[in-house]
């Protein structure tokens, strides 16, 4: 039984649910492989409108890597390869991107969520973004655009908690509900966008993206951490056998 949920609404729009509850969505190696297959097929998919990746437990979107996964050195370099197609392939996902944020947003899943377009976040939300912390070189690229160099370094650098008043304040939700509502409250935006011309839609992300030059930025940050996990120190992950 596979890890992601899969729900293909009569509007267009698709929701992508992790399903890793009793890890709080952590990711592992066969997650990403299927969040990789579900990006690169509906990439294609020329009658959708909108997407929207949730969760199937009001816990957590996702609180980061599966650092119980048990992997030798070459296997944290090619699941880190993998963290970095993820993110190559939100960045450049076609069609507008809904993150619904609830509990866990850490990590891993903090990048997923502002690798998306949108955001909805709920009133249990605690937004991490840990690297510093790690050691890990990652963040910059996508947070920076969306609140700022001064706020982004202060919330990189100290990897503290935020919640969703200061996620709200910051600019980083577009919607805020109940943690039990908040995945109805992004598909309500997916709809509302799903209305609107789907050509043109893209055309404005595809703008969005030339103007902030995200595919620079994230290829640039890919390159990092995947040579951080391949030289560097590399994740702490507690299952790696280091020989």
């Known amino acids: 039984m596979g890890a992601l949920t899969r729900e293909r609404l009569d509007d267009g729009i698709e929701v992508l649910r992790l399903d890793r509850p009793e890890v709080r969505n952590a990711m592992d190696t066969a997650l990403l492989e ?3 297959g579900a990006l690169r097929e509906l990439a294609g998919d020329a009658g959708l409108r909108a997407l929207v990746v949730s969760t199937t437990s009001e816990r957590a979107l996702c609180a980061g890597a599966d650092v119980s996964e048990e992997l030798d050195r070459a296997g944290g370099v090619a ?3 993998r963290f970095t197609a993820l993110y190559a392939a939100v960045e450049a996902f076609p069609a507008p991107t809904i993150a ?3 509990g866990n947003v850490v990590g891993a899943g903090a990048e997923l969520a502002v690798g998306c377009d ?3 976040g709920g009133d249990n939300l605690k ?6 912390r790690l050691g890990v070189p990652v963040g910059p690229a996508r947070l ?3 609140i700022g160099l001064s706020k982004a ?3 990189i650098f100290t990897g503290r908690v935020v919640g969703p008043d200061e996620a709200d304040a910051l600019g980083l939700l577009a919607r805020r509900a109940p943690a039990a509502g908040a995945e109805a409250a992004a598909i309500a935006l997916a709809r509302e966008l799903a209305v609107h011309p789907p050509e043109g839609l893209r055309h404005l992300k595809q703008l969005f993206r030339e103007y902030e030059d995200t595919k620079e930025r994230v290829s ?7 040579e951080f996990q391949r030289v560097g120190g590399g994740l702490p992950y507690g299952g790696v056998r280091r020989g």
């Open 34 to 36: 299927e969040l990789d």
């Open 79 to 81: 699941r880190m390869e």
């Open 100 to 102: 619904v944020c609830v």
């Open 118 to 120: 949108l955001r909805v």
């Open 127 to 132: 937004l991490v973004f840990p690297g510093a």
């Open 144 to 146: 920076v655009p969306l």
């Open 153 to 155: 370094r202060e919330l």
């Open 220 to 226: 640039r940050e890919n390159a990092e951490i995947v």
